[in-house]
Nanobody, 115 residues
Framework: QVQLVESGGGLVQAGGSLRLSCAAS????????FGWYRQAPGKQRELVATVSSSGRTNYADSVKGRFTISRDNAKNTVYLQMNSLKPEDTAVYYC?????????WGQGTQVTVSS
């Protein structure tokens, strides 16, 4: 089992920045990839960014150049640095971990961007 706890969400004005953190605990040795997803009201959950065990990253087109995903393997933590935030980035952001054949999700953290 892997537990994921997100932090760092909040309210920010358009153009501002936030940094989300996701701390993993439990069987962290089995984690291969991490990701951040988001879900806005009335919309489906969507991929924001992923990072593999080798550090390879992938981003949704809507956040490329503004968001950066990174991981600290020593701390079993993954980060999402969000810059130049827009009102359309408002959503609940979820941390995701892949561990062998299992998928794990955090409880989510709210990000609200005001115009």
């Amino acid at each position: 089992q892997v537990q994921l706890v997100e932090s760092g969400g909040g309210l920010v004005q358009a153009g501002g920045s936030l940094r989300l953190s996701c701390a993993a605990s439990g069987n962290t040795f089995s984690i291969t990839g991490f990701g951040w997803y988001r879900q806005a009201p009335g919309k489906q959950r969507e991929l924001v960014a992923t990072v593999s065990s080798s550090g390879r990253t992938n981003y949704a087109d809507s956040v490329k150049g503004r968001f950066t995903i990174s991981r600290d393997n020593a701390k079993n933590t993954v980060y999402l640095q969000m810059n130049s935030l827009k009102p359309e980035d408002t959503a609940v952001y979820y941390c995701h971990a892949e561990a062998t054949i299992f998928l794990y999700w955090g409880q989510g953290t709210q990000v609200t961007v005001s115009s």
